[in-house]
């Protein structure tokens, strides 16, 4: 499947066009390998939908980017945006796993990256859960362990999950990669989170799918970090993709 849509603009209004592409095209997406197979960085696996035209105007460039972020709709189309973002998401699955557990978003100050989210979850199914990095972060932070459910245990089993934890832990924070796999759904069990969403949200992360989307990889400072923190507790390779890639 190519993408051939490309966004330009012509007499100061930002211009979908999903017919041609044009050397000039702000963001051209005709013959680009970036979108048709995954990249891998840091041991994450990412999907690249499209690319700024290094060559185009600067200014041209702050203005899409700025329209399509923060979902301008008085610059640019409610409906060709969703379809743009729709062609991408489908282009992915035909590449990749489309099966997911959680989907982990930027916390942005735009509302691009929840759009996506939504649309993922649209054609992924309502069984699929949508964090944001913050949320994560918390379930993550704030880990302890439950001493009502541990005092139901024999002396030797207590022993056994206090090692367990006192390895996953010795760094200062806590990795579910150290927990031996056959003991990680125990450890689990014995997990105290502030709510049940955290808990539920730290159980998909640990034993299911994550896809991890950024609406614009500038520098890659925030998907680097959220990719580092998720898979110290993933047990499955970890699936990321960026909607536009700045560089």
């Known amino acids: 499947m190519k993408l051939f849509e490309g966004i330009r603009i012509e007499n100061g209004q930002i211009v979908f066009d999903f017919k041609s592409d044009l050397p000039t095209d702000v963001i051209p997406l005709k013959f680009q390998k970036i979108n048709k ?3 891998t960085r840091q041991g994450t696996r990412i999907y690249f939908a499209y690319k700024y035209n290094e060559s185009a105007n600067p200014e041209e460039i702050a203005k899409v980017r700025q329209a399509i972020k923060m979902l301008d709709y008085s610059t640019i189309s409610e409906s060709d945006l969703k379809l743009m973002i729709s062609k991408s998401i489908n282009n992915f699955l035909s590449i990749s796993d489309n099966s997911f557990d959680v989907i982990v978003t930027p916390k942005s100050s735009g509302g691009l990256a929840n759009k996506i989210a939504q649309a ?5 199914g309502s069984n699929v859960l949508i964090a944001t990095d913050s949320i ?5 932070n704030n880990i302890q362990i439950d001493p009502e459910k541990l ?3 024999s002396p030797g089993q207590i022993q056994n999950i206090n090692k ?6 010795k760094d200062g924070s806590f990795k579910m990669k150290s927990v031996p796999i056959p003991m990680r759904r125990t450890i689990i069990d014995f997990m105290k989170f502030d709510n049940s969403a955290s808990r539920e949200i730290f159980n998909r992360i640990a034993q299911g799918s994550v896809l991890l989307i950024d609406d614009i990889y500038t520098g890659g400072s925030t998907f680097n970090e959220m990719s580092r923190l998720i898979n110290l507790q993933s047990s499955n390779p970890l699936t ?3 909607f536009l890639l700045s560089k």
């Open 240 to 242: 990321g993709f960026v």
């Open 164 to 169: 367990v934890i006192q390895s996953a832990t």
């Open 37 to 39: 197979s995954l990249s």
């Open 120 to 124: 993922f979850k649209d054609k992924l």
């Open 151 to 153: 005092k139901k245990m």
């Open 136 to 140: 994560v972060k918390a379930s993550v």
